[in-house]
T-cell receptor, first 114, second 112 residues
Framework: GDSVTQMEGPVTLSEEAFLTINCTYT??????LFWYVQYPGEGLQLLLK?????DKGSNKGFEATYRKETTSFHLEKGSVQVSDSAVYFC?????????????FGSGTRLSIRP | SAVISQKPSRDICQRGTSLTIQCQVD?????MFWYRQQPGQSLTLIAT?????????ESGFVIDKFPISRPNLTFSTLTVSNMSPEDSSIYLC?????????FGPGTRLLVL
């Protein structure tokens, strides 16, 4: 079935560092890809999404490009802030075996040092 | 976007008891989903709740343990029955489709 594999955490960076969180997926069909973020003590929020190959999702300085050839959707940010400390989940939906369900990766905890 | 509220936001329960979690959406939606997030883990889909039909449960989840109601297009409940400490988790409802899903704030459950 469909699955998502993302970078193990925790990831600790200094403020203004460059961030990459790797995410790869396995799916049949043409899934949509997502990054969700969970700030401490809060619910899950959609950060960005891409619905077809070569699309780039972006929000709050974060970007991710849907790469069908490498089945990847890596999350990047050029200069992280302390307020970016959270758990980040890569996810997919809409593959032939996942349909309207969302399949989540294991999550990557990000901590940013001032 | 949809605004989703859940009640209760948190609870501490004794083993063997049951807890019903409510999910309210500010607009009519076709599909509602219930997820579990165990401590330090990712989200796992429990079931999909469509109005007017039985909920569809994922592998490893059964109706006797997690009965779900969906009386109308804006509301759903999930009951965690005969609880054990292993049921301590965050339970989240969500609405949407394969393009976008919105999540409620979650219900933090601790079973002693």
């Amino acid at each position: 079935g469909d699955s998502v594999t993302q970078m193990e955490g925790p990831v600790t960076l200094s403020e203004e560092a460059f961030l990459t969180i790797n995410c790869t997926y396995t799916a049949t069909g043409y899934p949509s890809l997502f990054w969700y973020v969970q700030y401490p003590g809060e619910g899950l929020q959609l950060l960005l999404k891409a619905t077809k190959a070569d699309d780039k999702g972006s929000n709050k300085g974060f970007e991710a490009t849907y790469r069908k050839e490498t089945t990847s959707f890596h999350l990047e940010k050029g200069s992280v802030q302390v307020s970016d400390s959270a758990v980040y989940f890569c996810a997919l939906s809409g593959g032939y075996s996942s349909a309207s369900k969302i399949i989540f990766g294991s999550g990557t905890r990000l901590s940013i040092r001032p | 976007s949809a605004v989703i509220s859940q009640k209760p936001s948190r609870d501490i329960c004794q083993r063997g008891t049951s807890l019903t979690i409510q999910c309210q959406v500010d607009s009519q939606v076709t599909m509602m989903f219930w997820y579990r997030q165990q401590p330090g883990q990712s989200l796992t889909l429990i079931a999909t709740a469509n109005q007017g039909s039985e909920a569809t449960y994922e592998s490893g989840f059964v109706i006797d343990k997690f009965p779900i109601s969906r009386p109308n297009l804006t509301f759903s409940t999930l009951t965690v029955s005969n609880m054990s400490p292993e049921d301590s988790s965050i339970y989240l409802c969500s609405v949407g489709d394969q393009e976008t899903q919105y999540f409620g704030p979650g219900t933090r459950l601790l079973v002693l």
